[in-house]
């Protein structure tokens, strides 16, 4: 039994209040802080669960590590001095499995490690090499029953609260409550301390002729009672707000973004078809702006659930009709796919591209689709290339490839050759580079 339930349990026997246990453990942001020892090992929630006041002020216990203290993080949302100081390198190091921008300011000092692995493995990995023996979690004021709601972030938190020995709540008057595996009760904390934060805005890019235009075609390969996913950025955003006319639609995703609350406030999105999880929209963290928190506040038809059940391709695959939308960085013109590193320097991470593209190309029905713009470097790069450059992760193998949506059209993938893919790829490169392209897959013996 661990060390929360025996708390809990012992809390509950001995008849006090919620209100009491709660009164019990409330403090500051420097009882939190004091909690920390060197040499611990600590592990925050992230997306519109991150405790910004807590990670704000950790950089301050710097003067009394030794040791130091080991971090496990998924990406950061604001700015803070000990996720982008290089110089606290020597007192904290952070293992992550998604570069962020501070991350990729940060390369090279010391500061961080990736860990490589698909998303719904995180929270396992993690406690088979090295457990946090420290959570910290932005949650959600006390309710009525006792319990807050860690509403935002169940990518692989849970797997490392349940076996934490010290756990520190940030109740933050303005997040939201949501309902899933995500109700904790408050005898678990060892220190509460409360914030009236703003929750993190996610402002997708703006919405241009390009995106459009890859929307429009992604929309048409969406038929009504589909399952869909959805990933970051002003495209697959814009293929959310363009499937608006659609009905039935299901959501089995790992972000709830701010497309999905408008497709089921509109009622394109029911649920009904869904195999699994049926009238319910799943997702294992949220991430959008005020508008989506507010609709998945105490929403009865949505949960978030851990990654390793959402990203499980297994689970994906029980799911009909999945529709899987996500982007690359580069793709070569044999269906290799790069969405996370610019040559060898790690600039994202894999995060649940091949748990969704495995996912959806084993669905009945199932779709995989990668929709992105011909062109980046205002346009003097091709996003489709003959060869990955030098030292490019492949995110997703060519196996797995099914569908290449760019502003010039669909590729299909699956069921082709590599001839066919070729001629497939260069279709829907930008005219600019299509000659060029060519000439080279003569030269690798594409054809």
């Known amino acids: 039994m661990n060390k ?22 409330l403090g500051t942001i420097q009882d939190a802080l004091d909690l920390i020892a060197d040499g611990d090992c600590v592990n925050w929630s992230t997306h ?130 949501v309902w899933g595996e995500n109700s904790l009760p408050v005898s678990m904390a060892d220190v509460i301390y409360e914030v009236d934060e703003p929750i993190f805005q996610l402002s997708d890019p703006p919405i241009g002729e390009t995106e459009r235009t890859i929307a429009g075609y992604v929309s048409e390969m969406v038929q009504d009672g589909d399952c869909i996913q959805l990933g970051f950025g002003g495209i697959p955003n814009a293929i959310g707000f363009n499937l608006k006319e659609k009905h039935d639609l299901g959501i089995h995703t790992e972000q709830i973004g701010t497309s999905m609350a408008h497709l089921m406030e509109c009622g394109a999105v029911t649920n009904r078809y869904k195999n699994i999880d049926k009238g319910i929209t799943v997702g294992s963290f ?19 659930r851990r990654s390793r059940y959402t990203n499980d391709p297994y689970v994906i695959a029980r799911n009909d009709n999945v529709v899987s939308v996500n982007a690359s960085l580069q793709i070569d013109l044999t269906g290799q796919v790069c969405a996370e590193s610019i040559g060898p320097l790690q600039h994202s991470g894999t995060g649940g591209a091949t748990d969704f593209a495995w996912g959806a190309y084993h669905s009945k029905g199932g779709r995989a689709i990668l929709a992105q713009s011909s062109t980046t470097k205002k346009g003097t790069l091709s996003r489709i290339v003959p060869l990955l450059d030098t030292g490019a992760v492949v995110s997703v193998s060519r196996n797995l490839t099914d569908l290449v949506v760019t502003e010039y059209g669909v590729a299909k ?35």
């Open 48 to 177: 519109g669960s991150e405790p910004k006041v807590f990670l704000s002020h950790l950089h301050t216990i710097a003067p009394r590590l030794e040791r130091g203290i080991e971090c496990w993080n998924t990406i950061s949302r604001y700015e803070y001095p000990v996720t982008s100081d290089p110089a606290l390198a020597g007192k904290f190091h952070i293992n992550t499995f998604f570069f962020d921008k501070w991350s990729v300011a940060a390369r090279g000092s010391g500061l961080y490690s990736l860990f490589p692995v698909d998303q719904h493995k995180y929270g396992q990995e993690i406690q088979k090499c090295l457990p946090p023996n420290v959570f910290v979690a932005q949650v959600s004021p006390m309710d009525k029953h006792g319990y807050v709601h860690l509403s935002c972030d169940l990518i692989m938190t849970l797997e490392n609260l349940y076996r934490a020995d010290k756990i520190i709540f940030e109740v933050n008057a303005r997040t939201p409550m």
């Open 413 to 447: 993938l699956r069921q082709r050759t590599v001839k066919q893919r070729v001629e497939n790829l260069i279709a829907v490169a930008h005219p600019d580079f299509r000659a060029q392209l060519r000439r080279q897959a003569e030269k690798y013996l594409y054809y």
């Open 4 to 25: 929360w339930h025996k708390n809990y349990l012992a809390d509950a026997y001995r008849g006090k209040t919620p209100k009491e246990l709660y009164g019990e453990r």
């Open 286 to 304: 949220i991430s959008g702006d005020n508008f989506l928190y507010e609709f998945v506040d105490q929403h009865p038809r949505l949960c978030v």
